[in-house]
Nanobody, 125 residues
């Protein structure tokens, strides 16, 4: 069983940075691919970034390219999403998700079986 917990969200001004973290309380997701998705009111939940179990493969949605960095520390059982130059349109609840297809940094929600409860990111203009 994989139980994901996100942290690091908050309120930040446009242009600022935040680092989100995702951990697995059962300490099992080091062999899973992990992704970040986000959901804002009136929109579908959308893909942000993903990383394979070993960190070799990553993928980013276009809005995240050049501003967000996904990384993982399997020794610490943690996946991070470092976000730079945040914009008001980045405001959303951010969710991490885990996939047993460990080598694939997939962008589709269908690949991910386990989800956290989310952390709110609010970017003020």
């Amino acid at each position: 069983q994989v139980r994901l917990v996100e942290s690091g969200g908050g309120l930040v001004q446009a242009g600022g940075s935040l680092r989100l973290s995702c951990t697995d309380s059962e300490r099992t997701f080091t062999s899973y691919a992990v992704a970040w998705f986000r959901h804002s009111p009136g929109k579908e939940r959308e893909f942000v970034a993903a990383i394979s179990w070993d960190g070799v493969n990553t993928d980013y949605a276009d809005p995240a390219k050049g501003r967000f960095v996904i990384s993982r520390d399997n020794a610490e059982n943690t996946v991070h999403l470092q976000m730079y130059n945040l914009k008001p349109e980045d405001t959303a609840v951010y969710y991490c998700a885990a996939s047993a297809f460990a080598g694939v940094a997939a962008a589709s929600r269908a690949w991910y079986k386990y989800w956290g409860k989310g952390t709110q990111v609010t970017v003020s203009s």
